[in-house]
């Protein structure tokens, strides 16, 4: 059985609709316990014998990777994953939020990110589970408004209230494709 991997290419298929963009996929070439080798061409676990060779030169492995970094600088696209780029960033959101007392217990009265006003009804996800908040605005975690001034002193009836959240967020994919051509063009650079 296949021990370990001795090199990876990066290659092209040319069948447009084989499912990767560009039909780039990875190749993995193993050394064998009993000695021998084998090429894993899609890197799916199906490997088929090959002569020592067969195997490529650390020349063909680097021309295989420019080859796809030049595609990658071209599309903007990296089907391999070969670059690490974050698709989302950790951001701090300064919110206000205003609460009033009601018999069912403390209730968002509003909401505020910068300029743009909420409800408790159209408030963003990541809000709504930071607050604990009931589908009628109540906050949950609280029966009672003094429960809440308990937890949080600051608190007054009918007052901004102000919370800075740290929020995973979304990449541009204008953001996402500049980095990842900035790391095309550094391989490509390191690579010469």
């Not at 993995?28 to 000695?35: F, L, S």
């Not at 090429?39 to 490529?56: I, R, V």
């Not at 919110?95 to 509003?110: C, D, E, S, T």
């Not at 609280?142 to 809440?148: A, H």
């Amino acid at each position: 059985m296949a021990t370990d991997i001795i090199s990876t290419v990066a290659w092209q298929c040319g069948n447009k609709d084989c499912g990767s963009p560009g039909g780039w996929h990875v190749g993995n070439y193993w050394t064998q316990d009993e000695g021998g080798y084998t090429y894993d061409k899609f890197s799916d676990g199906d490997h088929d014998d090959c002569a020592e060779s067969a195997l490529p030169s650390a020349d063909e492995i680097e021309k295989s990777w420019r080859r796809y970094s030049e595609w990658v600088l071209a599309n903007g696209e990296d089907p391999l994953g070969n670059f690490m780029v974050k698709r989302t960033v950790q951001v701090q959101q300064p919110w206000h939020f205003r609460f009033n007392p009601a018999i069912i217990g403390p209730m968002l009265v509003g909401a505020r990110l910068g300029r743009k006003a909420f409800t408790h009804r159209n408030v963003p996800e990541h809000v709504r589970e930071y607050l604990n908040l009931s589908s009628q605005g109540q906050l949950q975690d609280f029966k009672t408004f003094p429960e809440l001034q308990v937890a949080q002193p600051l608190v007054k009836p009918g007052r901004w209230f102000r919370v800075i959240l740290d929020h995973q967020q979304c990449r541009s994919d204008k953001a996402y494709v500049r980095e990842l051509k900035t790391l095309a063009r550094k391989h490509l650079a390191r690579s010469k």
